[in-house]
């Protein structure tokens, strides 16, 4: 799972992607300190992956990563080359999902692009230069498509069709998230590789104050966001890195003197896991205790297929355990001895935190 990270200039982001990742970055008070992406590795936190790996006593643990690439602040008129223009919109193309940082805290000390902190109007910036980005894309496919259709072939007519049901959508300022498409539709979306067609959240930067009880650019954020149907994770960016500088014992005693139960990192990873429909099922042994990462609804063999191609290819059945009944029974032998490990087939939906062993003929 890639996750970028964007923005406008100077609401945060390098300084969330540094918590997230332990990166040294370049976090300046001025735009565009970021001009290279910044790419870094995390690992997903999942405390049933330390109980069962205590429990297994494994010789190595192995988590879920997710990739964050941290891109350089966005400012109006990016789609037609303001600021780094044509860069950013490169380096968005190539994740999976987009966290959009917006800043709703006040500190006279971080200057603002537009000298005014109004997170609706930072947001409609972002997405309006996604959108019309997008809409290029899309009018140069239309002028291509068109020359095809006078041809009368169906292929190239129906396609066209599609094509100005996107752009009219498009036009009218909407995301290509929100467009509701037939399957063939859905097909050629997928093809043009529109920045707004990929899924979205956002990440409201609150000072440490507010990250309890938020404030009304909190909530205007978040009426903002149920227009797109995208969610909102709070999080303090000077918390987070804090956070990142202690030691773990350090970490859960400052937590609980902000009355936090966790980072605001792990409420981020968690949202994008929803946001793109993954779950998590475990293998589970002395030598290796591993989280694999795979799409909602991903069936035994194409779960296998995630370790191994031999995996899925060979495929005989899945032994699987819940991981309730693992944790109660305290090991996979009793388990089994209570009837509680299922021999499951090629149709077995893979459910979040099942642990599995994988048989196969090679």
């Known amino acids: 799972m890639k996750i970028g990270i964007v923005g406008l200039p100077n609401v945060g982001k390098s300084s969330l992607f540094k918590a997230l990742t332990k990166a040294q970055v370049d976090i300046s008070n001025y735009p565009f300190c970021t001009i290279e992406p910044n790419v870094g590795i995390v690992k997903v936190p999942d405390e049933r992956l330390q109980k069962l790996a205590e429990m297994s006593q494994t010789e190595k643990i192995v988590p879920a990563i997710v990739e964050f690439v941290d891109i350089a602040g966005i400012v109006e008129g990016a789609s037609t080359g303001e600021g780094l223009g044509n860069k950013f919109l490169a380096n968005i193309r190539e994740v999976d999902a987009i966290a959009q940082v917006v800043r709703v805290f006040e500190n006279s000390n971080i200057t603002h692009v537009h000298n005014k902190i109004d997170p609706e109007h930072d947001m409609e910036i972002i997405n309006t230069e996604l959108i019309l980005a997008d809409l290029d894309t899309v009018q140069k496919r239309l002028t291509k498509t068109a020359s095809q259709a006078k041809s009368g072939d169906k292929v190239y007519k129906e396609q066209l069709a599609i094509l100005q049901t ?39 930067n609150v000072h440490e104050n507010d990250i309890l009880t938020g404030n009304a650019m909190v909530d205007q954020l978040r009426e903002a966001a149920k227009e797109e149907h995208a969610s909102v994770v709070v999080i303090s960016g000077a918390i987070e890195e804090e956070l990142s500088n202690l030691a773990p014992e350090e970490r859960l005693e400052f937590l609980k003197e902000m009355g936090l139960a966790e980072p605001g990192l792990n409420r981020l990873i968690r949202a994008g896991y929803e946001l793109l429909g993954l779950i998590t099922y475990f293998t589970v042994g002395e030598k290796e205790t591993r989280a ?5 609804g991903a069936k035994a063999p194409q779960a296998a297929g995630v370790i191994h191609t031999d995996f899925e290819r060979g495929f005989i059945r899945a032994e699987v355990i819940a991981y309730a009944d693992f944790i109660a029974c305290g090991s996979e032998a ?29």
């Open 166 to 204: 996107i752009e009219a959508h498009l036009d009218e300022g909407k995301p290509a998230r929100l467009l509701e498409l037939d399957d063939t539709g859905k097909k050629l979306l997928k093809e043009l590789f529109l920045l707004s067609a990929k899924p979205l959240l956002y990440v409201a």
């Open 292 to 296: 694999w990462t795979i799409p909602k």
């Open 334 to 362: 009793a388990a089994r001895d209570k009837g509680l490990l299922r021999s499951e087939g090629k149709e077995y939906v893979v459910q979040d935190g099942d642990c599995i062993t994988f048989r196969f003929n090679v």
